[in-house]
């Protein structure tokens, strides 16, 4: 078995990335942003916690988390979005790493983690892939999206920024251009992972 960890910057393109790896058979990909999301659901472990930490105009009338309201809160305050990462990042990290050894007919798994190098946990992965773009592209993704400009900015300063990412991880894919290119660094990544395992 080998594992690997895909991270980058908002925007750069790791989902996609993990869309393309999950095509192949061996590969079992999961993401930490999906695990998050689900813990944000009516009434789940997440609400709660969001609940009890920032207080009850932070979750929506059916019980899961007003992740609008929480978004433009941590994007503006370094100590909320402190505490917020101080909340969830222990119960994915526990999450992840048990995901690690499940499904055993899948020997490539691949975990899409945003904030790893700020989580400090490239040590559980064989390997760390950076997903990276320009600093323009990500703007121009995220203006795309629907963010405003002041939002895209706060959202892209919260993280490392992709040359610190770049500088810490094994691997760097470059998604600048088209899907197929993307599709055949995923491949490239494959190969060398079924030759490592």
């Known amino acids: 078995m080998i594992k690997i960890a895909v991270t980058g910057g908002i925007a750069c393109g790791k989902s996609l990335f993990g869309e393309l790896l999950a095509q192949n058979d061996k590969v079992e990909v999961f993401d930490a942003d999906d695990l998050v999301r689900q813990m944000h659901e009516p009434n789940m472990q997440g609400a709660k916690l969001i609940a009890s930490t920032f207080g009850d105009e932070y979750i929506l009338p059916n019980g899961a988390t007003n992740k609008t309201a929480l978004a433009e809160l941590v994007f503006k305050d370094a100590n909320a979005r402190e505490k917020l990462n101080s909340l969830f990042h222990p119960i994915v990290h526990q999450e992840l790493i048990s995901k690690q050894n499940l499904n055993l007919s899948k ?10 190098f700020e989580s400090g946990w490239e040590a559980d992965w064989d390997l760390t892939v950076c997903v990276t773009t320009t600093a323009e592209e990500q703007l121009k993704r995220l203006l795309t999206r629907g963010h405003t400009l002041e939002h895209a900015k706060q959202r892209i300063a919260a993280q490392l920024s992709n040359q610190e990412r770049e500088a810490r991880a094994d691997i760097i894919v ?15 990544l494959l190969r060398y992972s079924m030759e490592n395992i």
């Open 107 to 116: 020997p490539i798994k691949v975990a899409l983690i945003p904030l790893l």
């Open 174 to 188: 470059r998604n600048d251009g088209s899907k197929e290119q993307l599709k055949e660094a995923a491949d490239a």
